[in-house]
């Protein structure tokens, strides 16, 4: 089972900020088979990046996804007040699939 | 567009059984696979189980082998996930996902149904 490791558990900053969200595999993921989540309070999540670093119908360019083998990265430039949530990353190259633990980005 | 609406979902006893469904809408079931991916109270996202388009594979956690079934109804447009022998660690709100396929990152999601298994 490939585990996911996100971090920071929390982050902290202020509209107009870049968030810069880490996720480690504890093996190397099946190329491209990586992508991220949003999930906002109460709703279910929405599919921001997928392949990696491509992004799924309607999300703002300001979402970015990079990375390979066991590193990968989510970075949100200006961050807009809509965009203060749980992001969660997931390998879907080999079974079981599965997600991190979450990065909580929380206004400061 | 898609629209995936799950129900299903309540309190049940350890032991006992539940069935959910994930009712479909805006795209063929035949074509699509879904899954189940469900997360508890406070807790991040497990996924659980996935049933394919074409042939309709299906696949598991491990930690629900043995228990869960997961079905399809194509002229329905509705996927069922049968949870028998529940047990405390399965309380979660149940969600259905759309991809395209097994392998692939989860397009569309349903808001959801919760399980509670408690005495």
């Known amino acids: 089972e490939i585990v996911l490791t996100q971090s920071p558990g929390t982050l902290s900053l202020s509209p107009g900020e870049t968030a810069t969200l880490s996720c480690r595999a504890s093996?190397?993921?099946?190329?491209?088979?990586f992508g991220w989540y949003q999930q906002r309070p109460g709703q279910a999540p929405r599919l921001l990046i997928y392949?990696?670093?491509s992004r799924s119908t309607g999300i703002p360019a300001r979402f970015s996804g990079s990375g390979s083998g066991t590193d990968f990265t989510l970075t949100i430039s200006r961050l807009e007040p809509e965009d203060f949530a749980v992001y969660y990353c997931?390998?879907?190259?080999?079974?079981?699939?599965?997600f991190g633990g979450g990065t909580k980005v929380e206004m400061k | 567009e898609v629209q995936l609406l799950e129900s299903g979902g309540g309190l049940v006893q350890p032991g006992g059984s539940l069935r959910l469904s994930c009712a479909v809408s805006?795209?063929?079931?035949?074509?699509?696979?879904i899954s189940w991916v469900r997360q508890a109270p406070g807790k991040g996202l497990e996924w659980v189980s996935t049933?394919?388009?074409?042939?309709?594979?299906?696949y598991y956690i491990d930690s629900v082998k043995g228990r869960f079934t997961v079905s399809k109804d194509i002229p329905k447009n509705t996927v069922y996930l049968q949870m028998n022998n529940l047990r405390g660690d399965d309380t979660a709100v149940y969600y259905c996902?759309?991809?395209?396929?097994?392998?692939?990152?989860?397009?569309?999601w349903g808001l959801g149904t919760l399980v509670t298994v408690s005495s």
């Open positions: 392949a990696v670093s």
């Open positions: 997931q390998q879907y190259g080999s079974s079981p699939l599965t």
């Open positions: 805006g795209l063929t079931l035949g074509t699509f696979a």
């Open positions: 996902a759309q991809h395209l396929e097994w392998l692939q990152s989860f397009d569309y």
């Open positions: 093996q190397t993921v099946k190329s491209p088979y």
């Open positions: 049933i394919s388009g074409l042939p309709g594979s299906t």
